[in-house]
Each structure stands twice: as structure tokens, then as C-alpha cells.
């Protein structure tokens, strides 16, 4: 069987393409991803169209959220206000083990 080019009987591709469909969430459910990027043959999958919508902006370039500061721009406003904090010194995240602070929560 083929999909898109793949030949799905080796078991490489089919993994491939499973583990794109499916994706793991914290507590070990699967979640189906259905909604696909069509833009330029990109193939992305989102188990939500907000999430979708939010990822073709990748596509067209546009970045209209723009620092104050250093006139950097940004494809989306959460990213400008991670951005702000370089200026700003700010780090409002706290690790509750040692209590170092960070700028972003994933640090």
C-alpha cells in the first residue's frame, strides 16, 4: 500500500506515519491530529484547528507584533512578550525545588 509516495509495508514508513496521526498526551492517551496543514505540500497534523491556524502563519512570513524596544518583530503576540523579558529583566517563573527564577516556564 502506498501513501503519499510511501510504500506503507515497510515498517519503517508506517511507524512514520503512525506516529504522526497519533501523539502521545501526559497521561498516556492518544489523541488523533486531523487537521492538516495543505500549504506547499507541508503535511503538518493538529488535533485541533486553532493549533493549525496558528502554525500557517509559518507559512506566509508575516510578523506584525514588533518590539517597542528593538523593532524585532514576531509571528505572534506570546512570542513578543517572551521577547520583552530580555529587555525587561523579568522572570517570572519559579523552579519549586531550588527557587531559581526564569523567563520562560519551559527553562
Request: glycine residues 6%; charged residues 30%.
Amino acid at each position: 500500500a502506498n501513501f503519499k509516495g510511501m510504500d506503507l509495508l515497510d515498517s519503517g514508513n508506517f511507524r512514520r506515519l503512525k506516529r504522526d496521526i497519533l501523539k502521545q498526551t501526559r497521561n498516556g492517551q492518544s489523541v488523533k491530529r486531523n487537521h492538516v496543514c495543505l500549504i506547499a505540500n507541508c503535511g503538518k497534523r493538529f488535533a485541533r484547528s486553532d493549533e493549525l491556524n496558528r502554525h500557517k502563519i509559518t507559512h506566509t512570513g508575516s510578523r506584525p507584533h514588533q518590539c517597542s524596544i528593538c523593532n524585532r518583530s514576531f509571528p505572534r503576540p506570546d512570542h513578543l512578550t517572551t521577547h520583552m523579558r530580555t529587555h525587561t529583566g523579568e522572570k517570572p517563573f519559579e523552579c519549586p525545588t531550588c527557587g531559581k527564577k526564569f523567563a520562560r516556564s519551559d527553562e
